[in-house]
């Protein structure tokens, strides 16, 4: 499928999130390690021809602004006695069983459990990708259920870039055109978006890689791709399920690192569900959740050792 064809068979406009969903089904990657690791760091060159800079509300990957507090009082997301419940026939499995979380602005914040804790059921109601049996998700103060499908595909489009475990990049598009495709929905001028497609591609260290297929990249190459397509339409907050989970501790270490940075000098709101106690490091606040229920919530000082648990 070219770009134009994948284009016109999302005929939902600025859904990216129902799009990426969707490619869960497409994306089976496997597992690979790599040494790429002193190619490239977001060079400075990049910095001056930084596309996103016209743009009033736009910092992404902008000069270094210091002096970001650890988060603000601004709540980006709320999720209030919040249940999901799956039906598998005549049985019912409670996967959420009544979460109250606020999300701020400006947080790492990184939500922990064992496998089948309920995380990804959970990042998929903070992400607004689904909606909760019980219980009221709010995004940008706004009651999700209250929003049509189309206005909730806007206002999350803006609001959330997803990175996906499996990466979900489109395998027969290239590398650049995986990250043009958010770009695609925005009704923005062509020239612009193919700017900020190369400028992102420049930041993850992956301009010599814009016409390879996914299949053509190493497992961490394409996380990267998957973290620039996440970028592309600057949202305020980055939502990850398990980003390291299919790459090597080396390559998710860079990874990790390129998202703090990104918390750190932009003020991204970046929010990880995870199993991976080594993640914890990088957060500002800690979410456990055991069985649908959050345990215990820890707040932290950024890169504070961690408690033993
Ligand atoms: P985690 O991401 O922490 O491993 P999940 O959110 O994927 O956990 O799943 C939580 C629980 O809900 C698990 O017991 C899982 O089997 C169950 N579950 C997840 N999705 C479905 C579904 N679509 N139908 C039925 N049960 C589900
Ligand atoms: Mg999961």
């Given at each position: 499928m070219?770009?134009?064809?994948?284009i016109?068979?999302?005929?939902?406009?600025?859904?990216?999130?129902?799009?990426?969903n969707?490619?869960?089904?497409?994306?089976?990657?496997?597992?690979?390690?790599?040494?790429?690791?002193?190619?490239?760091n977001?060079?400075?060159?990049?910095?001056n021809n930084?596309?996103?800079?016209?743009?009033?509300?736009?910092?992404?990957?902008?000069?270094?602004?210091?002096?970001?507090?650890?988060?603000?009082?601004?709540?980006l997301?709320?999720?209030?006695?919040v249940?999901?419940?799956?039906?598998?026939?005549?049985?019912?499995?409670?996967?959420?069983?009544?979460?109250?979380?606020?999300i701020?602005?400006?947080?790492?914040?990184?939500?922990l459990?064992?496998?089948?804790?309920?995380?990804?059921?959970l990042?998929?109601?903070?992400?607004?990708?689904?909606l909760?049996s019980?219980?009221?998700?709010?995004?940008?103060?706004?009651?999700?259920?209250e929003?049509d499908?189309?206005?909730l595909?806007?206002?999350?489009?803006?609001?959330?870039?997803?990175?996906?475990?499996?990466?979900?990049?489109?395998?027969?598009l290239?590398?650049?055109?995986?990250?043009l495709l958010?770009?695609?929905?925005?009704?923005?001028g062509a020239?612009?978006?193919?700017?900020?497609a190369?400028?992102?591609l420049?930041?993850v260290?992956?301009?010599?890689?814009?016409?390879?297929?996914?299949s053509?990249?190493?497992?961490?190459?394409?996380q990267?791709?998957a973290?620039?397509?996440?970028?592309?339409v600057?949202?305020?907050?980055?939502?990850?399920?398990?980003?390291?989970?299919?790459?090597?501790?080396?390559?998710?270490d860079y990874?990790?690192?390129?998202?703090?940075?990104?918390?750190k000098?932009?003020?991204?709101t970046?929010?990880?569900?995870?199993?991976d106690?080594?993640?914890?490091k990088y957060?500002t606040r800690?979410?456990?959740?055991?069985?649908?229920?959050?345990?215990?919530?820890?707040?932290?000082?950024?890169?504070?050792?961690?408690?033993?648990?």
């Amino acid at each position: 499928m070219t770009l134009a064809e994948v284009i016109k068979s999302f005929k939902m406009r600025w859904d990216t999130s129902k799009i990426i969903n969707s490619l869960e089904k497409t994306a089976n990657f496997c597992d690979e390690s790599e040494n790429y690791l002193e190619e490239n760091n977001s060079g400075e060159d990049s910095k001056n021809n930084n596309p996103y800079s016209n743009l009033v509300s736009s910092q992404v990957i902008s000069p270094r602004v210091e002096g970001i507090s650890q988060h603000s009082d601004e709540c980006l997301i709320k999720l209030s006695n919040v249940w999901k419940i799956y039906q598998m026939g005549e049985v019912e499995f409670a996967a959420l069983k009544g979460i109250d979380l606020e999300i701020y602005k400006g947080e790492f914040l990184v939500v922990l459990g064992p496998s089948g804790s309920g995380k990804s059921t959970l990042m998929n109601l903070l992400g607004c990708l689904d909606l909760p049996s019980k219980g009221t998700v709010f995004l940008n103060s706004k009651d999700i259920s209250e929003l049509d499908e189309s206005e909730l595909a806007l206002i999350r489009g803006q609001m959330i870039g997803f990175i996906f475990q499996s990466f979900n990049l489109i395998p027969t598009l290239s590398t650049k055109e995986n990250v043009l495709l958010p770009l695609e929905f925005q009704e923005e001028g062509a020239q612009l978006s193919q700017k900020k497609a190369d400028y992102l591609l420049e930041i993850v260290g992956l301009s010599d890689k814009k016409q390879n297929l996914p299949s053509q990249l190493s497992g961490g190459q394409r996380q990267r791709v998957a973290i620039a397509r996440s970028l592309a339409v600057n949202p305020p907050i980055i939502l990850a399920d398990e980003p390291t989970g299919n790459l090597d501790s080396k390559t998710g270490d860079y990874i990790l690192g390129f998202l703090d940075n990104l918390n750190k000098t932009e003020g991204k709101t970046i929010i990880i569900v995870t199993h991976d106690l080594e993640i914890v490091k990088y957060a500002t606040r800690v979410v456990y959740i055991r069985d649908g229920l959050i345990e215990k919530i820890e707040q932290k000082k950024k890169n504070e050792p961690e408690e033993n648990n």
